[in-house]
């Protein structure tokens, strides 16, 4: 059974950092291209970022380019996003999306259940 | 960027009765990457559609998608109670790889 467990949210002040986690399981991560999408409460969903399945492309949204970084660590399983300068906008739950693709971001067949980003002073 | 407009906003039907949602790109989406999700309350969203009309694994028959280019549509054949939800059109044929508004299918 595939499943995506996100960690690593939590409060933090404007213009900090925290880094997302995505531990990945039932499936050989090094064979599929990976995102992550945003929704923030009570909104649609933001597709933010992603990385081909050896991690030689990664892809932003404008709003996160320059601030976040998407990587991943096939050897372990997990992928991860690093945010920086983080604004209050960037508060989201932030899911963690298996692609269908090992080259093309593509399509997402599976979905984490998110880990939550607040951001505030 | 694609820019992906789903309507309507809202849609009210009772079970029975027959949705048909519609995605509409700004601009060519390619060779029908398009894709169709569904949420509910308190959940990760659902795979329901992609490359425009392919089902997901497990997804029931009176689902179906079509469309290409510009303009696509999500159809429910008969609704039943579990299908009442936000639906998501997504584009992946050219990043950034942009989400619709959604519509929520409620019951009337």
């Known amino acids: 059974e595939v499943q995506l467990l996100e960690s690593g949210g939590g409060l933090v002040q404007p213009g900090g950092s925290l880094r997302l986690s995505c531990a990945a399981s039932?499936?050989?991560?090094?064979?599929?291209?990976m995102s992550w999408v945003r929704q923030a409460p009570g909104r649609g969903l933001e597709w933010v970022s992603g990385i081909s399945s050896r991690g030689l492309n990664t892809y932003y949204a404008d709003s996160v380019k320059g601030r976040f970084t998407i990587s991943r660590d096939n050897s372990n399983d997990t992928l991860y996003l690093q945010m920086n300068s983080l604004r209050a906008e960037d508060a989201a739950l932030y899911y963690c999306?298996?692609?269908?693709?090992?080259?093309?971001?593509?399509?997402?067949?599976?979905w984490g259940q998110g880990t939550l980003l607040t951001v505030s002073s | 960027e694609i820019v992906l407009t789903q309507s309507p906003g809202t849609l009210s039907l009772s079970p029975g009765e027959r949705a048909t949602l519609s995605c509409r790109a700004s601009?060519?989406?390619?060779?029908?990457?398009l894709a169709w999700y569904q949420q509910k309350p308190g959940l990760a969203p659902r795979l329901l559609i992609y490359g425009a009309f392919s089902r997901a694994t497990g997804i029931p028959d009176r689902f179906s998608g079509s469309g290409s280019g510009t303009d696509f549509t999500l159809t429910i054949s008969r609704l039943e109670p579990e299908d009442f939800a936000v639906y998501y059109c997504?584009?992946?044929?050219?990043?950034?790889?942009?989400f619709g508004l959604g519509t929520k299918l409620e019951i009337k």
């Open positions: 997504q584009q992946y044929g050219w990043s950034p790889f942009t």
């Open positions: 039932g499936f050989t991560l090094r064979s599929y291209a």
């Open positions: 601009q060519s989406v390619g060779s029908s990457y």
């Open positions: 999306v298996k692609g269908a693709d090992s080259w093309n971001i593509d399509f997402f067949d599976y």
